[in-house]
């Protein structure tokens, strides 16, 4: 067993010298922490260094999603169910069989769509898990066609994203808008897709 | 729509037909509209005109006498009802004569009408009424309404008067019994009397007729061989004589004083001894009607009479009057208390055995009852007899009754036997019969040490465990395929299992000397039986009755700690104290026999082929239960111990260290070798390990194990424990760290938590460092590995202890500034931010009473930081999501973050009460109060009455709250006006809340804040100034100062409101410095309150009792510790003085 050789250090550091740091000093032990980013800020998004292979060349190095232990994944974590990105709401664990092994089955709500999904996955083999990024932008315009335009960080505007269709939160952001509050949306993407999540209010014009 | 008050008035001129006529008719009209639903609301508009009209009884008499319609008639008794409990004041005395008897002839004249709900509508009028007039009418008076019900009920009129008339006395009882009582607008006073009196002067009286009653028809029913009419009055006899039974009598004489808080609920409800069944305990006065005047005989005998005839045509085994006879007997097995004689313990014996010999008819012999239950005879009888044995289990000693036990032991073990299939009647029977083992077993095992079970109990219960542990075994076998355990209900299952087994143990226990050498030898069966098939055979059945029986031993020779250190079961303790070798001893030889079993886990091989996830879950529950009682146990240097040997085998000096070595061994394997098991995995870390490292001399040991250095390696380096659940790595962090309290001194254990955790801090720190933080923080492989190192970090804050203080210190002001930046980075991540969050909370929670000057200004500092960022990206964010779960969670999430910032508040409030560090005198220190109440505002905000509904929220933050105002009044008398009516905005609601602990938390803050303004105004200083004296807002309208509002709420509440006896000694010690700053208000108040009473004694006797509030025992006007003492008895003595007039119902 690998962890036999490190018994000693540890042997000795209960009594007195201190150890050489051995917590995620090897790539070979924690290869999902030791991440070496090799950034292509163009299209603002990431790849990871050898460990991380699980994704297609065809995808442009593009990690949406993650392969992640079924049963290391919690309540208000990230899925992918039935290819959508889904939060998960519920998660509860069965056996097959009295005897037979641990499975987890997943509720989740689709993060764009809100439809409800689910999926029942043994916990101890993998799940993929999306990477959800969200992004604050200053509310310039609501435009008449159903678009927005949005403020960067680098000073350009971003005009590709559509206002919600759903008349509660369509009404939240305009009104809020023709109040002359200054806004702050937050948007979320994830493979792929982005939308409008969040809607912050830092004051009066 | 036409009135009817003029049509039906009682008082004038008689009104001519044709008018109650046309009323009739419009009432008959509605009633069939609203049953064939043609426009129903116009229909009750109707009806209710006739209720609420002036005198309707001429129209409601003519229609009771009058209709056809049995709806009508039905809906004129409620009209008659409601009127006269409505204009009770205004009738003369012969209208209200008049109407009792009206009704109660009306019921005894058509008592042979078909429709049957008018009458007992119209005879619970009739006692309604009675009891509205009761404490009106004289002697006289009631007895000629009762004469004219004995009459009837002796059955001078025949069969169905007789039933009227019984019915009549039970809507009597019913109506006079509070808890069943119609609401009638009087005091509560009014029904408490009422209750009293027909106890005192009636409830006997009444028990006689219904008994004469029964008797009377005894014989012929038991004559005829068909049903005829005279059962149906002997039933509802056997109703009344139950009903009576079940009557609250009045031996608790405390019931008086605390009913008057809130009425009609009984207090004794809760109280855990009186599982199931009521003591019926009447009294002496009821020897003579109940027990000697061979009453239960006749009972008994008419019963079975019963039986007989279950044959005949219209009796059965569920007929009504089987059922009440039955029930009826039930009832008299609980008969206890005075009515015995504690002088003549054989009367209560004699009366026990009578009811016995006849109660054993119905289950005895169980065999054939259970066989002709089988074949289709319903099991109710059968059940009754169960249940009837748990009620004179409930009230008797086995040492007192031996016989009775031996005749209840033989019964129970050939029903036990006959247990087996899955019905429901025989889990329903068996967990009576298992309840009427604890109550025959519990006394037992209480009463110190030496078993008093005779033997025959004795070997009644060894034959009866082996029964159980067979059928347990068949059961989990024929269950072992089963795949459909609904996770819902797992559980309320498991709880359920667990009290099983419990009370299967108390019966192992009462002969262990047989039970424990037979579960060796099962175990063994098991053992072979698995390692012979390995394999070849599909054994999931044999897995399955290993798991069971794992949980039967454990629960056998363990108790369950909670909490405490268990000890050995005093049974097993002197059962084998004759036995000094260790070889030899059973208990040793089942024990060890089941840590070998588990040791095999830790072969790859053996673990692959046995040791499925589930039976791997009972060994690790098995060895967490067993360790805790028996392994290195503090009693091993006892001498006098009876179970030395016991003991001594598994202590330190013996096998103890060996087989610690193998636990871990098992826990470690457990963690890495079943990976995704998150149960078995939660039953290593949160009961095996965790309390393991909490008693300190198995810790010594644990440290010097190289298997213990196994697992901490472990952690720190093995990827597969980063897998573990969160929470579990939680937990393991916190063991880990524990256990450094057996090393030798505090700074070998600083160095090993040091070791353990320094790479950690580390990483996070690095991570921080990464030019592209805010890009990769969102992958999910870095999300999961900041909130897995932020669980480990929360578990070493929480287990700080003053050994390991430094290092964890170090470790916490290390990851100080990636606090900041994480929540930063991480602010749309509410799993995340919560867990920075709690562990901010455990960190400060260990560290604040240990900080020094400058260390506690640099965590203030930092909390502050927290506080404003954390609002900062909260307030005004308005989650924009389609999904009504979602949005759901996002509430549930920032109740759960604010909790944690609230109880950060708590943790830091705690520097001013507990504080070790070395400059703790000096004064330049932090202002702890300002700085709390500087975080209480910035978080007010985000706190919504919305979130205060989470109850733990709302309890949070009012007992913040009332330890503010308790220990710094000064400061919030310093806020300004928007801050402080915010904050006592919250202290209203509070007030007014349900839970009793938020309640007093928020009186206990009235109080601190009343006498805090008390103390300084009169030592000529300003208290609470503006915010006491009241204010004008902006209309100019004068706003009352809080300190007036709160009295007068406080007295609303106090007088009008229902609320928990347990709360008028807070209130009392909150209103006596608000009366005190008040004095000009609270006479006012109380002169109005006096104006508004109805009638001069009522104004007399509330004026007294004001009076006696403030002046009765010396009461002064100062804020001493004696004072609030006294006000607590004078306001309770005035509680009870008063509630029962204002107060009605």
Redesign the interface.
């Known amino acids: 067993m690998y962890y036999e050789k490190k018994t000693r250090t540890l042997a000795n550091t209960i009594c007195a010298p201190p150890p050489s740091p051995f917590f995620f000093e090897s790539n070979a032990i924690v290869p999902q922490i030791t991440v070496v980013v090799v950034s292509s800020i163009a299209n603002g998004q990431t790849m990871s260094d050898e460990e991380h292979h699980f994704e297609s060349k065809a995808d442009a190095g593009a990690s949406k999603t993650y392969p992640q232990q079924a049963g290391t994944i919690r309540k208000n974590g990230y899925i992918v169910i039935k290819g959508r990105p889904c939060k998960v709401v519920e998660v509860s664990t069965s056996k097959t069989g009295k005897h037979g092994h641990a499975k987890c089955h997943f509720v989740g709500i689709d993060i764009f769509t809100a439809k409800k999904l689910e999926d029942i996955v043994p916990s101890s083999h993998n799940c993929d898990v999306p990477h959800v990024n969200r992004t604050d932008y200053q509310l310039i315009d609501i435009s008449e066609d159903g678009f927005v335009s949005l403020l960067t960080d680098n000073g350009n505007t971003k005009d590709d994203l559509r206002l919600p269709t759903d008349e509660a939160l369509l009404t939240q952001i305009k009104d809020g808008f023709a109040d002359g509050k200054d806004l702050v949306v937050s948007v979320m993407s994830a493979m792929g897709e982005e939308q409008i999540s969040a809607l912050k209010d830092i004051g009066p014009k | 729509m036409q009135g009817f008050q003029e049509r039906g008035g009682g008082g004038g001129a008689p009104p001519d037909l044709a008018q109650l006529q046309s009323t009739m008719r419009a009432i008959e009209l509605a009633c069939t509209s609203i049953q064939m639903h043609m426009n129903p609301a116009e229909a009750e508009a109707t009806i209710l005109l006739l209720a609420q009209s002036h005198q309707p009884y001429q129209a409601c008499k003519f229609i009771l006498e009058n209709s056809q319609v049995a709806n009508a008639r039905f809906q004129a008794a409620a009209a008659i009802k409601d009127a006269a409990i409505r204009e009770w004041g205004f009738l003369s005395p012969d209208d209200k004569r008049n109407l009792i008897s009206f009704c109660l002839c009306f019921t005894m004249q058509h008592a042979n009408s078909p429709e049957g709900y008018v009458q007992v509508k119209v005879s619970s009028v009739a006692a309604q009424l009675l009891k509205r007039g009761w404490l009106d009418f004289t002697a006289v008076e009631k007895e000629s309404f009762f004469y004219q019900v004995n009459q009837a009920i002796s059955g001078i009129h025949g069969v169905d008067v007789q039933f009227a008339g019984i019915n009549f006395l039970e809507s009597l009882v019913s109506e006079f019994s509070p808890s069943t009582s119609t609401a009638m607008g009087l005091p509560r006073e009014f029904h408490e009397q009422c209750r009293k009196s027909l106890e005192r002067d009636h409830l006997k009286t009444f028990y006689c007729w219904a008994r004469d009653a029964a008797l009377s028809v005894t014989n012929r029913i038991i004559e005829s061989n068909s049903a005829i009419p005279e059962v149906k009055a002997c039933n509802a006899a056997l109703r009344l004589m139950l009903q009576i039974l079940n009557w609250d009598f009045l031996y608790k004489s405390s019931g008086a004083a605390s009913s008057v808080f809130s009425g009609g609920v009984r207090q004794d409800n809760d109280s855990p001894k009186r599982s199931e069944v009521n003591l019926v305990q009447p009294g002496p006065a009821w020897r003579e009607i109940l027990v000697t005047s061979g009453h239960i005989g006749w009972l008994l005998s008419l019963y079975a009479a019963l039986r007989h005839k279950f044959s005949c045509e219209g009796y059965w085994l569920d007929c009504p009057i089987a059922v009440s006879a039955r029930k009826l007997i039930v009832q008299f097995c609980s008969l206890a208390g005075t009515i015995f004689p504690s002088d003549n313990v054989q009367m209560h014996e004699h009366h026990l055995l009578q009811l016995l010999s006849g109660i054993i008819a119905w289950i005895d012999p169980p065999d054939a009852v259970s066989r002709a239950i089988e074949s289709g005879k319903s099991e109710s009888e059968m059940l009754d007899g169960c249940r009837a044995l748990l009620s004179i289990a409930n009230i008797t000693y086995p040492t007192v009754f031996d016989q009775l036990l031996k005749s209840t032991s033989e019964v129970v073990k050939n029903l036990m036997n006959n247990d087996s299939e899955e019905e429901t009647w025989s889990w329903e029977a068996r967990d009576i019969l298992l309840d009427t083992w604890i109550a025959l077993l519990v006394p037992v095992n209480r009463n110190s040490g030496n078993a008093l079970l005779p033997p025959e109990g004795r070997s009644a219960a060894a034959n009866l465990f082996a029964l159980i542990v067979e059928s347990e075994l068949r059961a989990a076998s024929a269950?072992?395929?089963?795949?459909d355990?609904d996770?819902n209900y797992l559980q309320a299952s498991i709880s359920a299992m667990d009290e099983r087994l419990s009370s299967y143990a108390l019966i192992a226990r009462a002969a262990s000397d047989v039970t424990i050498p037979f579960l060796i030898e099962v175990f063994a069966k098991g053992f072979a039986r698995i390692t012979q098939g390995r394999g070849l055979v599909d054994h999931?059945e044999c897995?399955?009755e290993l798991y069971s029986l794992l949980l039967i031993i454990g629960h056998v020779i363990a108790d369950e700690g909670e909490g405490e250190t268990p000890l050995v079961p005093n049974a097993i303790q002197t059962q084998f104290s004759d036995i000094l070798e260790a070889e030899k001893h059973p208990v040793i030889i089942l024990c060890s026999s089941i840590i070998k079993f588990a040791e095999q886990s830790l072969n790859p091989e053996m673990r692959e082929l046995v040791f499925?996830?589930?039976?791997m879950e009972a060994v690790i529950w098995f060895l967490a239960r067993w360790s805790s009682t028996y392994l290195m146990s503090p009693e091993e240097n006892a001498d006098l111990n009876s179970s030395k040997v016991l003991v001594e085998f598994f202590g330190q000096h013996n096998q103890g260290k060996p087989v610690l070595d193998i636990i871990i061994h098992i826990s470690l394997t457990a963690l890495v070798s079943y990976?995704?098991?998150?149960?078995l995995q939660a039953l290593t870390c949160n009961h095996l390990l965790h309390a393991l490292v909490l008693r300190k001399h198995i810790c010594v040991h644990l440290?010097q194990l190289?298997s213990w250095?196994?697992l901490?390696?472990?952690f720190?380096?093995?990827?597969n424990l980063?897998?573990?659940?969160?929470a579990h790595q939680r937990s393991l962090a916190q063991t880990l760290v524990r256990s450094a309290s057996g090393?030798r001194n505090s700074e070998?254990s600083n160095?090993?938590v040091?070791?353990l955790m320094?790479?950690?801090a580390?990483?996070l720190v690095e991570l921080l460092r990464?030019n592209?933080l805010k890009?990769?923080a969102?992958?999910?492989?870095?999300?999961?590995?900041v909130s897995c190192l932020l669980e480990r970090l929360r578990g070493v804050a929480s287990a700080s202890e003053p050994r390991t203080q430094k290092a964890i210190n170090e470790l916490g002001f290390a990851v100080m500034n990636p606090v900041l930046v994480l929540l930063k980075v991480y602010k749309?991540e509410?799993?995340v931010v919560y867990l920075l969050l709690k562990f901010v909370v455990d960190w400060v929670d260990g560290q604040i009473s240990y900080l020094e000057a400058h260390e506690t200004a640099a965590v203030v500092n930092f909390c502050m930081n927290l506080l404003q960022l954390y609002s900062s990206h909260n307030i005004?964010?308005?989650?924009?999501?389609?999904?009504s779960?979602?949005l759901n969670?996002a509430k549930t999430?920032k109740y759960k973050d604010l909790r944690a910032l609230l109880q950060l508040l708590s943790n830091l409030c705690s520097k001013d009460l507990v504080d070790f560090s070395s400059d703790s005198n000096e004064t330049q220190g932090t202002n702890i109060s300002q700085v709390v109440y500087f975080g209480l505002l910035i978080i007010t905000p985000l706190i919504t009455l919305d979130l205060l509904k989470y109850p733990k929220l709302c309890h949070d933050y009012f007992s913040l709250l009332s330890h503010l105002l308790e220990v710094y009044p000064e400061t919030v008398a310093q806020l300004n006006t928007d801050a402080f009516s915010n904050v006592l905005g919250t202290l209203d609601f509070g007030l007014h809340h349900q839970d009793i602990d938020v309640v007093d938390n928020c009186l206990r803050a009235l109080r601190a804040l009343a006498s805090y303004h008390y103390i300084e105004t009169r030592g000529g200083k300003t208290g609470l100034g503006s915010h006491a004296a009241g204010l004008k807002d902006q209309g100019g309208n004068l706003q009352e100062g809080i300190l007036s509002r709160f009295l007068r709420s406080l007295l609303q509440l106090l007088l009008f409101e229902d609320y928990s006896p347990d709360l008028v000694s807070s209130a009392a010690d909150a209103l006596l410095p608000l009366l005190l700053c008040e004095q000009g208000l609270y006479q006012r108040l109380g002169n109005e309150l006096i104006e508004r009473q109805p009638n001069e004694t009522l104004k007399s006797r509330l004026a007294n009792a004001l009076h006696g509030l403030t002046s009765a025992n010396q009461l002064m006007s100062t804020l001493e510790r004696k004072n609030y003492q006294i006000f607590r008895k004078n306001l309770t003595s005035f509680l009870i003085e008063v509630r029962g007039f204002l107060r009605t119902k």
């Not at chain 2, 269950?479 to 795949?483: I, P, T, Y």
């Not at chain 2, 499925?612 to 039976?615: A, E, G, K």
């Not at chain 2, 990976?675 to 149960?679: I, L, R």
């Open positions: 269950s072992a395929f089963n795949d355990v996770s999931t897995l399955e499925s996830p589930r039976l990976p995704g098991e998150k149960d440290v190289d250095r196994d901490a390696n472990a720190a380096n093995d990827k980063l897998l573990l659940d969160t090393l070998s160095q090993y040091r070791d320094g790479h950690m580390t990483y990464k592209n890009s990769i969102q992958q999910p492989d870095i999300i999961l590995s749309d509410s799993a005004g964010k308005i989650s924009l999501s389609l999904s779960s979602l969670e999430d």
